[in-house]
């Protein structure tokens, strides 16, 4: 089956050109292909612009274990609508995913269900080095240096010390100091108040556990990804790569800081939680000059009643996966940044620093993982008609410019203009730790270049 997608603007990882595009058996066969070249089905796209697929390397799908929040199929949905073509997901399912055995069984229920492309960390322990090392089929390690569910949580600085040093897939951490979290709950009285969230998770946790990691990821030359940066002062870490280290944004920190705790109350309760409107801008900052290379969801729904609970028994976390395109393209529309570093930030950058084979490009050979975007679409995000199961967001009543209207995964159409094909399957992806990651290759698509003094 070969399908051209013919009229649309193609963001191609030389900037834009209004190509037609040549898709077979799942794969990009050619970028502006002779009009004399065959074709099964052709995809008229005039006026819209086509970009990859987006990767996002960091969701949580609550699958097995919590799904009445959500489960690989509605999740994929919501993913499918939003133009996420690929997922990581982490570790902190019910069981979790701390061993090989668990990872395949994760792997082989995602076979089943997900209508886009799939991958899993494994989770870091006190007590599972040996799991660690001998671990494949995977983006990499989970770590939370900060507060988690059961075994989850690693403090302790000599099996942090080991992990670093004795295992060899890139490690990824969750950067909130457990000491600091506890000192300033136990200040607070455990806090009474959602914007009380805010104060025990505070700017020093994250910094000290940032500061910490990045210190293990160097002495040990161990590639090192930055989860959920939400401080400015955090930035600041991030200026000496050494080849070595990444980072990456969460629409939430990027949107929403403290001020939104009055209108939205747990619906922005976050870890790391939410911070100041001058985080905002440090963040924003930093991902313009290359400091932080990407942006991902942290997708980590919970039903309302249990979000609706007063603090502190209300869960941390938001469902965003069906809207974070939207919100960057809105912030394209708003001039705020350029198609290219959304496509960079969303789509390139993640698929370099897990070495994903043949995503997050627009090129000959790559899969044809791909979204057809309509800039001038006006939406108004509803609760109503989430695809989430948790069905609702904290950006309900927003109106957004700029939205996926077709989705493909692996050449195939999984949504189109409202409508799923459930019949679609994604891939597990793969991985191929060998190419070393994102600072193997010249960076691309940014407004600026970072100065990594």
Not at 88 to 101: F, G, R, S, Y
Not at 185 to 198: A, C, I, K, Q, V
Not at 223 to 245: D, K, M, N, W, Y
Request: with cysteine.
């Amino acid at each position: 089956m070969r399908t051209r997608i013919s009229g649309a603007t193609c963001v191609l990882p030389s900037g834009q050109a209004r190509v037609d595009l040549l898709i077979e058996n799942g794969k990009i066969l050619g970028i502006d292909p002779p009009q004399t070249a065959s074709a099964d089905e052709v995809i008229r796209a005039d006026d819209l612009m086509l970009i990859p697929g987006v990767v996002d390397d960091q969701v949580h799908f609550r699958d097995p274990g919590l799904t009445h929040k959500e489960d690989l199929r509605t999740a994929t949905r919501a993913c499918a609508k939003g133009g996420v073509t690929s997922f990581l997901e982490m570790p902190n399912t019910k069981p979790a995913t701390i061993t090989q055995a668990k990872l395949e069984e994760k792997l082989a229920l995602a076979s089943e269900k997900c209508l886009v492309n799939y991958g899993f960390y494994i989770g870091a322990t006190p007590h599972n080095l040996d799991e660690l090392k001998r671990a494949t089929r995977t983006p990499g390690i989970k770590i939370f240096i900060g507060s988690s569910t059961g075994d989850l949580l690693v403090d302790n600085q000599d099996a942090l010390e080991r992990i670093f040093a004795e295992t060899t897939l890139p490690i990824c951490s969750h950067c909130e100091d457990e000491a600091t979290v506890r000192a300033n709950s136990l200040r607070l009285g455990g806090g009474t108040t959602y914007e009380d969230h805010s104060r025990i998770r505070d700017e020093a946790a994250a910094v000290i556990a940032t500061r910490r990691a990045l210190d293990l990821a160097i002495r040990h030359r161990h590639r090192f990804h930055v989860l959920h940066v939400s401080t400015a002062a955090e930035t600041e870490l991030l200026r000496a790569p050494q080849g070595l280290i990444t980072a990456e944004v969460c629409p939430h920190h990027l949107f929403f800081n403290i001020d939104d705790y009055e209108r939205l109350g747990s619906l922005v309760q976050m870890n790391p939680s939410i911070k100041t409107s001058a985080d905002n801008e440090g963040l924003w900052k930093a991902l313009k000059d290359g400091r932080i290379q990407v942006i991902a969801t942290d997708h980590a729904p919970h039903t309302l009643e249990e979000k609706q609970q007063p603090y502190p028994q209300s869960p941390s976390g938001l469902p965003a996966v069906e809207n974070s395109l939207a919100l960057m393209l809105d912030s394209v529309n708003a001039g705020i940044c350029s198609l290219e570093s959304v496509v960079h930030w969303m789509c390139d950058a993640p698929a370099r620093v897990w070495d994903l084979v043949g995503k997050g490009r627009i090129a000959e050979g790559y899969d044809a993982d791909l979204v057809l975007v309509d800039l001038h679409k006006k939406q108004t995000v509803r609760n109503e008609n989430q695809q989430t199961k948790c069905g609702w967001s904290p950006w309900n009543g927003v109106t957004l410019q700029g939205w996926a209207v077709r989705t493909f995964v692996n050449g195939q159409t999984v949504f189109h203009e409202g409508q799923f094909d459930e019949t679609v399957r994604g891939q597990e992806i793969q991985f191929d730790h060998a190419r070393g990651g994102y600072w193997a290759e010249k960076p691309s698509g940014l407004e600026t270049s970072a100065s990594h003094s």
